[in-house]
């Protein structure tokens, strides 16, 4: 057997991810809030980056003397260097926008402060109260057992086990609980936190406490009929008596934040309607100004006595400061591309609301503006958008859809709230069945499946056709 040695040149095109692309793609993944951490972090580690002053910026955008300085410094850089300063926009300065900041500033109306705990609510409402003074430590330690749900998730014998006060004492500072608001705090049950808020109602409808003490499980399931051949009354009867009960609250903590309770969401984009036209703004108002520190900068200078190994590292750190700034620059260009397409394909939905929303898929838009699709879901993952019609999800306009009459797409949104629509005209005493909802679907030119109503109304949280049912 004979071995033949060649060699053989061939051409490849690969793609190396290098860490200011890795850099470039993390940073266009973050919202804003994400990203401003992330700057604050790189500031910490970069010794060449700084946090510009707005005022300062502003000052050097009316005329300063920040021009000068920087002609003046660009004699004494090496050839190689010099491309990092001809565009200052790549050092956190860019025309204009100092005003466009003092145009964008938040309005702090908006903001949300932190709400109260459901604890903090508590304490401060015996604080306020008239209860004694030995019994207001027991009830301090009822308090501190209340989960998040409002209920009591401790048994008085086991609270009595850690304060030794005797069981009476201790149904006492119960009491005092389950008087507070909201109603049915305190509560051990479900049973005893929805007639805790029967009795601060004042409701003596006695079927609505057989209700609750033994047909829950049924009257969940929509089954009336049965419960009412049970109790020997009319659905009727049981109709209303269930409709005291669904006024009342399961979970009363619920409606209180925790400690880390996020109240409000800072959207990335803006969209706003002057005139006729939609004016869009990259919210990156929160996002450090970054620029190149000047004393490290002389390094690199010809005359530098630096050794070395300090030219190397300044570079090396030089090098990652302008990376970072341009990726949030390149960033803000995405999502304005991304979001100025999202407003001319989706008008309808801006003007009109969500029955109007289009099918919209990544493919179309990176098309539009020219780059990959995963370039697309990166620019609107985790991202908000504020429009006339309110925040959603950037994702919340890219949907899948059926086709209407006339064959154009309708979007699975518009579908929900032609559903909606739908339910809410029907005929209480005769609700419509999902087959029954698809036909008149199809009635307006839209085929849609039985199994697909079923996944839109629950996804919408309707109940299906026999919990619908009044009588």
């Known amino acids: 057997m004979r071995m033949d040695f060649g060699l053989n ?34 500031v910490l580690e970069n010794p060449l980056l700084e946090m510009r002053d707005n005022d300062l910026e502003r000052g050097e955008e009316t ?22 300063f001809e565009d200052r926009s790549d050092l956190g300065v860019s025309p204009g926008r100092g005003q466009r900041e003092i145009a964008e500033q938040p309005n702090y109306e908006q903001f949300v402060s932190q709400a109260p705990t459901l604890t ?28 998040a749900r409002g209920y009591l998730a401790i048994s008085l014998a086991e609270a009595n086990q850690q304060l030794k006060v005797g069981l009476p004492k201790l149904e006492e500072a119960l009491k005092v609980l389950q008087s507070f608001d909201p109603p049915g705090v305190g509560g051990r049950d479900l049973q005893e936190c929805l007639n805790i808020q029967l009795d601060l109602l004042g409701e003596d409808n006695p079927l609505v406490r057989i209700l ?58 803006v969209v706003e309607k002057v005139a006729d036209q939609y004016v869009i703004l990259v919210n990156d108002v929160a996002i450090p100004r970054l620029s190149i520190n000047n004393t490290y900068r002389q390094v690199l200078a010809k005359n530098s006595s630096a050794d070395p190994d300090t030219k190397r590292f300044v570079e090396e750190k030089l090098n990652s400061a302008a990376w970072l700034i341009r ?28 029955k109007y929303l289009k099918p919209l898929n990544l493919r179309k838009v990176a098309d539009l503006i020219g780059v990959h699709e995963s370039t697309v879901s990166r620019a609107t993952s985790n991202k908000y958008i504020q429009t006339p019609q309110g925040v959603f999800e950037m994702k919340y306009f890219f949907s899948t859809g059926l086709s209407g009459a006339s064959g154009t797409q309708v979007s699975a949104e518009s579908l929900k709230k032609i559903l909606q629509e739908i339910i809410q005209q029907e005929d209480p005493s005769a609700p419509l069945s999902d087959q029954k909802i698809a036909e008149l679907f199809s009635q307006r030119g839209i085929t849609i499946s039985r199994r697909t109503i079923t996944k839109y109304r629950d996804e919408l949280g309707i109940p299906a056709t026999n919990r619908r049912k009044r009588y």
Request: with cysteine; aromatic share 6%; proline share 4%.
């Open 120 to 147: 903090d609510h508590l304490m401060f409402q015996l604080g306020l109260s008239k209860t004694a003074g030995d019994l207001r430590p027991v009830v301090e330690y009822l308090i501190g057992n209340v989960d």
């Open 327 to 354: 990726s949030i620059e390149q960033r803000r260009l995405t999502l304005y591309k991304v979001a100025n397409c999202l407003v001319e394909l989706q008008r309808d939905f801006l003007d009109h609301g969500v």
């Open 9 to 42: 040149l061939e051409q490849t095109q690969k793609l190396i991810m290098t860490p200011e692309l890795r850099q470039a793609i993390t940073v266009l993944q973050m919202s804003s809030m994400e990203l401003t951490e992330y700057v604050e972090a790189q």
């Open 63 to 84: 005329g300063g003397q920040g021009d000068m300085v920087v002609e003046a410094d660009k004699k004494d850089f090496d050839p190689d260097w010099l491309e990092y």
């Open 212 to 269: 609750i003490a033994d047909h829950l499980s049924d009257l969940a399931a929509g089954k009336l009929s049965k419960i009412a051949a049970k109790l020997n009354v009319s659905p009727q009867e049981i109709q209303e008596a269930a409709d005291i009960l669904k006024k009342l609250e399961p979970k009363p903590g619920r409606n209180f934040s925790n400690a880390n309770d996020t109240r409000y969401i800072i959207p990335d984009v």
